[in-house]
């Protein structure tokens, strides 16, 4: 099946700070979703952007799809931006999500 | 809408008991998905339904696992009997499945701890 292979897998901020996460997966897929799953356990979609560019707020989103790789950009970073992002595709079809190991982020104050 | 609906919050049981875990899917949704998280697995999908019919429990650990969705408003998982390595986060998502797309919406989870 597909592989989804994200980086870094920890990343320690100050608050303020700009941050990439990637997200690589090894074949195409027609659909990709960003999560971030909060201290309190919580996941919460961020995008749907199987393709393109999207922003909301400080956060945005590009996938380029015929290079397979999602980037997700957090600015000015705060501490309520802590926890666990996902990336989570679907390919060759199947309905059923391939998640990655996820990102996990401390934004110190 | 109020968002993917699950109870309990937090399940405390000892070894051997039933445990049923809830959940209401989004209004209009049309497929439900049970995932299990630990540290050690990340998340794992377990089963998930379209149209109230399973259609994928690969994922379910073993007999003792069983999910049943009788109406698009509801659908439960139960074990029995649990095991200590059962404990996990179990979420419920749900999504409108069309066309290759599948935006899933998580539930807020159900931490269960088996004793």
């Known amino acids: 099946g597909i592989q989804v292979e994200q980086s870094p897998p920890d990343l320690i901020l100050q608050e303020g700070a700009n941050s990439t996460l990637r997200c690589n997966f090894s074949?195409?897929?027609?659909?990709l979703q960003w999560f971030h799953q909060n201290p309190w356990g919580q996941l919460i979609n961020l995008f749907y952007?199987?393709?393109g560019t999207k922003q909301n707020g400080r956060l945005s989103a590009t996938t380029v799809a015929t290079e397979r790789y999602s980037l997700l950009y957090i600015s000015s970073s705060q501490t309520t931006d802590s926890g666990v992002y996902f990336c989570?595709?679907?390919?060759?079809?199947?309905?059923?999500?391939?998640f990655g190991r996820g990102t996990s982020l401390i934004v110190h104050p | 809408d109020a968002g993917v609906i699950q109870s309990p919050r937090h399940e405390v049981t000892e070894m051997g008991q039933e445990v049923t875990l809830r959940c209401k899917p989004i209004?209009?949704?049309?497929?439900l998905f049970w995932y299990r998280q630990t540290m050690m697995r990340g998340l794992e999908l377990l089963i998930y339904?379209?149209?109230?019919?399973?259609?994928?429990d690969s994922g379910m650990p073993e007999d003792r696992f069983s999910a049943k969705m009788p109406n698009a408003s509801f659908s439960t998982l139960k074990i029995q009997p649990s095991e200590p390595r059962d404990s996990a986060v179990y979420f419920c998502?749900?999504?409108?499945?069309?066309?290759?797309?599948?935006?899933?919406?998580f539930g807020a989870g159900t931490r269960l701890s088996v004793l």
């Open positions: 339904f379209n149209n109230n019919v399973p259609i994928d």
């Open positions: 209004s209009g949704h049309n497929s």
């Open positions: 989570a595709v679907l390919s060759g079809g199947s309905y059923i999500p391939t």
């Open positions: 952007i199987p393709s």
């Open positions: 998502a749900s999504s409108l499945l069309s066309g290759g797309t599948n935006i899933q919406y």
């Open positions: 074949d195409s897929v027609n659909n």
